[in-house]
């Protein structure tokens, strides 16, 4: 468990002059973020002048699916691109040390990246086995835009499920950046590593504590989702396969598989367009499959592989 304690996340962050309080940290990781979102407007305002006023900026009836991935892509980037050069100009201002430094490192950038991709389709996907499993999901022929027409699903939605994961690629890197490239190691080096890990988790839980369905078991999921990603990141001593694996559980989720993604759905359509029947503790209900007990399987069997598996080389390059 050397790795815990001295990952070369917490190193990185050192490298700085100082590093910044927590009385800091903790509502700029709340500020950050919604200063960000504020990048939307543009894109509000271009899909507002081509397909009318909606109430909600993820209304995508009446979109052809390439049209829908289009647009969720670019309120994706728009809405998280600007935390990267938020971070960016604190960290190179204030901490006096480069970007790479929040777990960017090019070195083992790409097989991370990929093991990353990888991890995070299987988890989600043994989410999904678990409801099969139970018999608690099934096929929706009716297109995610409710125009009832199942040639919008499969191959047909490849176009749209494609362009769409531009931006959770975006997104799942923000996320990851600012909490476990920037909340876990200036907290974690600051002071100690597992109040880093439980303040980001935190933090991470909280985030999401404002989204539609949201519940109890839900706000858990994300807290665990929180402790399994600090820990990847962590025994990595990288942000590349956390940012592909976050980037990818949404993108499964939502894109692939055909559900709600921490409650909200999503645009572009999906391969599979499965929904989940039975009781909302195993299936998340209308939070989606973030909100049930299968998933709260899944990551607490992730957790404990990150803690106990043996694996040498993952061990080396984090030290």
């Known amino acids: 468990m050397d790795w815990f304690n001295n990952s070369k996340l917490f190193e990185m962050a050192r490298q700085g002059k100082r590093l910044t309080h927590i009385a800091a940290v903790i509502p700029f990781s709340f500020l950050i973020p919604i200063i960000s979102q504020f990048g939307t407007i543009p894109v509000i305002v271009a899909k507002f002048i081509f397909h009318g006023v909606s109430w909600n900026i993820l209304n995508f009836e009446g979109l052809s699916l390439l049209e829908s991935g289009f647009w969720m892509a670019a309120i994706l980037v728009s809405a998280f691109i600007p935390i990267y050069f938020l971070l960016w100009a604190w960290v190179g201002l204030f901490e006096k040390r480069p970007?790479?430094?929040?777990?960017?490192?090019?070195?083992?950038?790409?097989?991370?990246?990929?093991?990353?991709?990888?991890?995070?389709a299987v988890m989600f996907s043994g989410a999904v086995g678990i409801l099969a499993l139970f018999g608690a999901v099934e096929m929706d022929y009716v297109s995610k835009g409710g125009a009832g027409d199942p040639s919008q699903v499969g191959f047909a939605a490849l176009g749209g499920v494609l362009i769409v994961l531009v931006g959770w690629i975006v997104q799942g890197g923000a996320e990851e950046i600012l909490l476990r490239g920037w909340v876990l190691p200036v907290i974690g080096a600051r002071y100690k590593p597992w109040i880093g890990l439980l303040v980001s988790s935190i933090i991470f839980a909280i985030m999401h504590g404002i989204n539609p369905n949201i519940s109890p078991l839900a706000l858990l999921n994300l807290g665990l989702f929180g402790v399994f990603a600090g820990l990847y990141a962590m025994r990595e001593g990288s942000l590349w396969g956390i940012s592909a694996l976050h980037s990818v559980w949404n993108w499964i989720q939502g894109n692939f598989?055909?559900?709600?993604?921490?409650?909200?759905n999503v645009g572009g359509g999906s391969p599979l367009n499965l929904k989940t029947a039975g009781a909302d503790w195993l299936t998340g209900g209308a939070f989606g499959p973030e909100g049930g007990l299968a998933v709260t399987v899944v990551l607490v069997v992730s957790i404990a592989v990150v803690l106990f598996w043996r694996n040498d080389e993952t061990d080396e390059q984090s030290a």
């Open 257 to 264: 598989f055909g559900f709600q993604v921490s409650g909200m």
């Open 99 to 120: 970007f790479w430094t929040m777990g960017y490192e090019l070195k083992h950038a790409i097989p991370q990246y990929l093991r990353g991709f990888l991890i995070g």
